[in-house]
Antibody, heavy 121, light 110 residues
Framework: QMQLQESGPGLVKPSETLSLTCGVS?????????WGWIRQPPGKGLEWIGS???????DYNPSLKSRVTISVDTSKNQFSLKLRSVTAADTAVYYC??????????????WGQGTLVTVSS | QSVLTQPPSVSAAPGQKVTISCSGSSSNIGNNYVSWYQQLPGTAPKLLIYDNNERPSGIPDRFSGSKSDTSATLGITGLQTGDEADYYCGTWDTSLTAYVFGTGTKVAVL
């Protein structure tokens, strides 16, 4: 059974960089899937942040692209998120998820449990 | 503000049926497959429907999906108290070059 687990600091200061890592079970990060990050501010809806393929190819939400970097480490079976210059508006539960994308097919079929990141001094 | 619009809430008695609409445009629903996600209180979203109307293994056939032009619909029959959750539609938007989620719908079982 596929499992994903987010890890990283739960508190980040304004203007600093939010860094999270997602560990993927069963050495499947080099399979034909993409790996993505989605966030959810408290009491609000879901927002796609971006995704990465094991080759390193990425796509980002244009609204966050200038501040986001997603990377992958296939040797550790994990991928990571960096969000720079954070503000209180970046406070959210951050989820990592496996994404299937091919032609008109596009969906997230496995999700991590999520981790709350609060931006505050 | 999301480009996929859903009703904020729907409700029905146990055993009844509810439908949740997801309205978009030709740049998203009109030209790409739709998926649906269920988010139980305090938990991560879970894939409920993919490719407009396909159910992942383990999802009961009480859940169904359909798509017509630029709108999609999620149906839940035989409503149970365990179905109380937030439901989101999702798809790729070709114009925005972004994966977009709907505004979300809260299902209440009366």
């Amino acid at each position: 059974q596929m499992q994903l687990q987010e890890s990283g600091p739960g508190l980040v200061k304004p203007s600093e960089t939010l860094s999270l890592t997602c560990g993927v079970s069963d050495n499947s990060i080099t399979s034909g899937y993409y790996w993505g990050w989605i966030r959810q501010p408290p009491g609000k809806g879901l927002e796609w942040i971006g995704s990465i393929y094991h080759s390193g190819s990425t796509d980002y939400n244009p609204s966050l692209k200038s501040r986001v970097t997603i990377s992958v480490d296939t040797s550790k079976n994990q991928f990571s998120l960096k969000l720079r210059s954070v503000t209180a508006a970046d406070t959210a539960v951050y989820y990592c998820a496996r994404r299937w994308q091919w032609m008109v097919q596009d969906y997230f079929d496995y999700w991590g449990q999520g981790t709350l990141v609060t931006v505050s001094s | 503000q999301s480009v996929l619009t859903q009703p904020p809430s729907v409700s029905a008695a146990p055993g009844q049926k509810v439908t949740i609409s997801c309205s978009g445009s030709s740049s998203n629903i009109g030209n790409n497959y739709v998926s649906w996600y269920q988010q139980l209180p305090g938990t991560a979203p879970k894939l409920l429907i993919y490719d407009n109307n396909e159910r992942p293994s383990g999802i009961p056939d009480r859940f169904s999906g359909s798509k017509s032009d630029t709108s999609a619909t999620l149906g839940i029959t035989g409503l149970q108290t365990g179905d109380e959750a937030d439901y989101y539609c999702g798809t790729w938007d070709t114009s925005l070059t972004a994966y977009v989620f709907g505004t979300g719908t809260k299902v209440a079982v009366l």
